[in-house]
């Protein structure tokens, strides 16, 4: 919605908003809160709403204190949760400097420089269809999760196999008051496990969705007694949640992957774009599968990728051309885990795909066998290479990518590594059970 201060002043007298909830993401892609009640909604208009950043992950420096929130107005919404003390209601904010620059620590600036690179290069947009998945587990009297799943459904089975049906349903009505557009809503493969696809949107409007998509199921299923969780592999044995991303370039003339007369109907231009995508791949990798856990989901077996390949039939490589053309001819990468910060794993992938335009990078062949039952040999004589299989792998290949360092800015591509390596040491110096089971009584 293109709404206007008026129209916000209107909405806020009409519906009785009394507190305004300023919502960005910091580097871990954890949406952050600044609640504030309407009586500052005039200075929040005028971008003169200030916080204090230096508490916010990314945002270390002391200099980086004083911080100014500008609203973007377009993605302004009511909650149809409100409390009873009256409406709430929110709306995203890119993070200012005192002297009116993006901040370049802020996620969300960084993919709008991405996409000003993009236009320069001749596009109109990015667009991604994401297709998150979760688990839904049960709460305990105290309200806290615990491993018991909520039913013991599977792909696309009914009710009363799948209990999560109704909580289901309501996040799906929730979210289309709120203006998503859910194409399809089904159980998973896993027992628990459920999947809401909502209608693609251009890059910036599609990562805010999967923030906003995340706290609406978090917050419905804990109506229902249940907790909901994006965490890649929460049981070892069952499959993993994922969060594919389909993506298309467009330009004013329509969907810049598309031509008729090309090879499987693609253009040029979607098989540098691909050609990009599978030559950062492993550097992109731990911006898009960024947490310890998410590397037990990319294991085989569970229908996760594990090489990096791509294929026009075949549902097992990273990378998918799905069957439909004309504006829908997309790209599907199928790496990604919800844990991803949608802002930067956007940023990632569009940088690697313009590398790929920029310098007319040719794909490998594809790869339209089952890979998982070739072995080591086949592989590298089909030249296809593993993802990495640790953070700390990933993080090694992310710190040698010069492309991914402008995916993400000098700022951002530091402090992500930093953390990073910091949280994959403090795993690294844990003792499992795991290992205690192992080895504790064998030596
Ligand atoms: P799958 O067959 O992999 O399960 P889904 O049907 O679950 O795929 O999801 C497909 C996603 O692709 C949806 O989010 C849809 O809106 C999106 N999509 C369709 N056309 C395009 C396009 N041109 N660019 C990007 N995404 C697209
Ligand atoms: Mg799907
Ligand atoms: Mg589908
Ligand atoms: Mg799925
Ligand atoms: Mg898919």
New binding site residues.
Partial sequence: HDYTKDDIRQMVKDEDVKFLRLMFTDLFGTIKNVEVPITQLEKLLDNKLMFDGSSIEGFVRIEESDMYLYPDLSTWMIFPWSSERGKIARVICEVYTPDGKPFEGDPRNNLIRVLGDMKKAGFTSF?????PEFFLFKMNDKGEPTLHLNDKGSYFDMAPMDLGENCRREIVLTLEEMGFDV??AHHEVAPGQH?I????ADALAAADNIQTFKLVVKTIARKYGLYATFMPKPLSGINGSGM?L???L?TDKG?A?FDESGELKLSKDAYYFLGGLLKHARAFTAVCNPIVNSYKRLVPGYEAPVYVAWSGSN?SPLI?I?N?RG????L?V?SVDPTANPYLAIASVLEAGLDGLKNKIEPEDSVDRNIYRMDAEERQESHIKNLPDTLHNALKDLAADEVMKGALGPKLYQSFIEAKNLEYDSYRTQVSGWERDQYLEKY
């Fill in positions: 667009n991604i269809g994401p297709e194409e399809a999947e696809d909502f209608k693609y594919h389909n993506m298309s467009f969907n992957f549902r998918r799905p439909a504006n829908s001819t997309r599907e199928r």
